[in-house]
């Protein structure tokens, strides 16, 4: 036999010794990198104290009046909550699925680790999982990984193990879950657990179901993928593995397992989309007045952030109200878009009126770009009438996107009429309604914050008003023949309609109510338009008004929050009430940072001229131009009111007044050259009227508006009764008729006070 060489022991000890030296070196260089990451070589780790103040960036939050969220102010849609406010089951979710010893370990679980190590390193098994515990990936959620190279990916792996240990040591598990469930991404840019609860199903996170909870939880492996309203299948699937790894760990019985896989998801989902929701005017408007407040919070001193700082901001806005509003806005304005673009039919100015398109397509982007390389107006032109693409082309009955040019887009939007609505509560200002336009995405402009139109026959109530206080009283007769004025340039204003009224003479009451253009001038001259001027800044009117005898029919500029202030007046009797949109503003805590009113105004007019007016417009109601919400919307609340038409039938206007709400509503145009075809579409009774009279119709049928729609009027005191108590027209006597020749207009000089 041959001897073993002796040579095979010691290269056997050699191979150990290269193993065991390599094993070690390896072993001193993880060290070694651990160390390094420790010290901050490959970026500095959180210091405990930061760790212990952890400050999130949270959103903020509107309500309506009824306590209903509307929308959201944000950068990262989040609203942190309590330990206290997670239902058991939600919690018990995240561990069976996330980390089953979250209670046994502190921070790592080498278990799962060495796990994980052996199913991908031996076995190949990439599907094996992270191993991450919740501490990790919630050391992960506050401090986001940068780069995804995997030298990268293992720094970061280690850095999130040790601030993992850091944050066991300073926090409890309670505060651990906490944290994380207020930070954790659940895709869309909405973070923690409250704002999923409520983008997903509309409820709060104490609200959730066993379902829901393990819905929302199975989408932390993938929020994209397993999004159940992207992917319904497979967020089901996902949902029921939860639930099965919630009973595994004896969470629920295997009898309520088989219970809730069966389940559908049943989503409410609710998007806080900034141009989309109910009242995204009134949203934008909060938003302005939001940022101002915390403009005057800096100069105290005090630092908010709308964005940032989780403010809840508690609105005037009636929820339900505003729902009837939005609902009428659509059946109303449809209809009359439609009767509007048939009345014009191949003649319609944005289909003739190149020159008109042309100068709306000057104010375009588009249109400025080009002009800036130099291109003459004509080749800018042809440009935008050839740059054919995909664009959406919207309207009443579907959104959709077609093939067109921009000059396509111009004339289709340019044919829109437009609207805004404002109700406000006259005793306290708070705006119950807020509606600046018939679509807050294609049409951003809010006419009723930004808008200042001519008002037509809307300001003849403050004609009126200023002559009763001036002492002329109601049954004064004003004569309804035309006239022309030599000394304001031969300026002749007409009544509307064709009734011969030469020899007539009105009351107050009845040249009001029945909106008689020639009356309302007549009364202005004897008021004084100086008198009536000052009355109408009085009433809330901050607008400069024209010092001409035209503001008896309303061709002042002036916006729908400022005449909603000024008609306020009336069932307040004689007081303005400045509109409001928010009550009160806290921090995420729900305590009260600022609270506010209405500014208390002086009385503009006597309580018996409040009365008298407000007598005067219920026979607009019930006998005048607002008569329809009588006889065709058999209306029978008590309601005052005034119509209003500009000329031309550029503006269409309604004011509805009752004793708990006044309603302003205004429809037309955005471009001012193109206004109505005819008065019978045009005229403030049949283009603006019906948002209010649709909207009462509504509110009648639930009690829970009987407040306001049952609400009476106080009765008026004897004085007004007998100072009304007269004919409401007049015929001239035989030989007043028999010298006044009625094919000849009368001339005079109009008397300026």
Not at 152 to 166: F, G, H, P, R
Not at 233 to 248: C, I, T
Request: proline content about 4%.
């Amino acid at each position: 036999m041959k001897k073993k060489s002796s040579k095979q022991p010691q290269r056997r000890q050699r191979y150990i010794k290269i193993i065991g030296y390599t094993f070690l070196s390896l072993l001193a260089f993880f060290f070694l990198f651990i160390f390094s990451v420790q010290i901050g070589v490959w970026g500095k780790l959180p210091s405990k104290e930061e760790l212990s103040n952890i400050q999130y960036q949270m959103a903020s939050e509107v309500f309506t009046a009824d306590s209903v969220l509307i929308g959201k102010y944000y950068l990262y849609d989040r609203q942190p909550i309590s330990f206290e406010e997670f239902p058991e089951h939600l919690t018990q979710a995240l561990i069976a699925i996330e980390d089953e010893r979250f209670y046994e370990h502190s921070g790592i679980d080498y278990k799962s680790l060495l796990r994980v190590a052996f199913k991908t390193v031996l076995m190949g098994n990439n599907a094996s999982g992270g191993g991450s515990t919740i501490s990790q990936q919630l050391a992960k959620n506050l401090y986001p990984r940068k780069e995804r190279n995997r030298t990268n990916l293992l720094v970061d792996k280690v850095k999130e193990m040790i601030i993992a240990k850091k944050l066991e040591r300073i926090f409890d598990k309670d505060e651990i879950l906490t944290n994380y469930l207020n930070t954790v991404s659940f895709g869309d840019n909405t973070f923690g657990i409250e704002s999923a609860a409520l983008k997903f199903y509309n409820t709060r996170t104490k609200d959730l179901t066993i379902p829901q909870a393990a819905t929302l939880v199975g989408m932390l492996k993938a929020t994209y993928g397993y999004n159940p309203r992207l992917f319904p299948e497979k967020s089901r699937n996902r949902r029921n593995l939860v639930l099965k790894a919630m009973e595994a760990n004896n969470f629920i019985t295997e009898e309520a397992t088989s219970n809730f896989v069966e389940e559908e998801l049943q989503l409410d989902y609710r998007e806080f989309d900034y141009n989309a929701g109910i009242a995204p005017y009134f949203r934008e408007q909060v938003r302005k007045e939001m940022l101002k407040w915390i403009d005057d919070q800096k100069a105290k001193g005090l630092d908010y952030n709308i964005y940032t700082s989780g403010l809840k901001i508690y609105t005037t806005l009636n929820y339900k109200m505003q729902q009837v509003a939005e609902d009428v806005l659509v059946s109303h304005m449809s209809k009359l878009q439609a009767d509007f673009e048939r009345s014009y039919g191949n003649n319609a100015p944005w289909l003739k009126d190149n020159g008109l398109m042309e100068k709306i397509a000057r104010k375009t982007n588009a249109y400025k770009k080009l002009q800036k390389t130099g291109i003459p107006h004509k080749q800018i032109i042809d440009s935008l009438s050839n740059d054919h693409r995909l664009r959406p082309l919207n309207n009443w009955k579907e959104n959709k996107e077609v093939e067109a040019s921009t000059m396509d887009s111009i004339r289709h939007y340019t044919k829109f009429l437009n609207t805004g609505s404002l109700v406000v509560d006259p005793s306290n200002g708070e705006v119950l309604v807020w509606i600046g336009g018939i679509n807050f995405k294609q049409f951003k402009y809010d006419h009723i914050a930004q808008s200042k139109r001519q008002v037509g026959s809307t300001f003849k109530p403050i004609v009126y008003t200023t002559a009763l206080e001036k002492g002329i009283p109601p049954c004064t007769y004003f004569s309804a023949e035309e006239v022309q004025y030599d000394n304001l340039k031969g300026w002749s204003p007409s009544n509307s309609g064709n009734k011969d009224e030469a020899y007539l003479n009105y009351s107050m009451e009845e040249g009001l109510s029945n909106s008689v253009n020639t009356v309302a001038v007549k009364v202005l001259e004897k008021t004084g338009i100086g008198n009536v001027i000052d009355m109408a800044k009085s009433m809330g009117i901050s607008e400069k008004l024209p010092n001409e005898a035209s503001i008896a029919l309303g061709t002042g500029e002036i916006s729908i929050l400022e005449l909603a202030k000024a008609y306020t007046s009336f069932p307040n009797y004689g007081t303005p009430t400045t509109p409001i949109l928010i009550k009160r503003i806290t921090n995420q805590k729900d305590s009260t940072l600022a609270t506010f009113t209405s500014k208390k105004q002086n009385a503009a007019y006597s309580k018996q001229t409040a009365q008298t007016m407000i007598e005067m417009m219920k026979s607009t109601i019930n006998t005048g131009t607002a008569s329809r919400l009588r006889t065709s919307y058999g209306l029978k609340n008590d309601i005052a009111g005034k119509t209003g038409t500009t000329q031309n039938n550029k503006d269409a206007w309604f004011v509805g007044i009752m004793p708990k709400l006044v309603h302003i509503s205004w429809v037309g145009l955005d471009q001012h050259e193109i206004g109505f075809s005819n008065t019978g579409i045009g005229q403030g009774a049949n283009a603006a009227l019906p948002l209010f009279g649709l909207w009462i119709q509504q509110l009648n049928k639930k009690k829970d508006f009987d407040p306001y729609t049952k609400s009476r009027f106080s009765k008026p005191s004897s004085a007004v009764t007998e100072a009304l108590n007269c004919e409401p027209i007049k015929r001239d006597g035989f030989f007043k008729r028999l010298f006044k020749n009625p094919n000849k207009k009368k001339t005079k000089k109009f008397k300026s006070q």
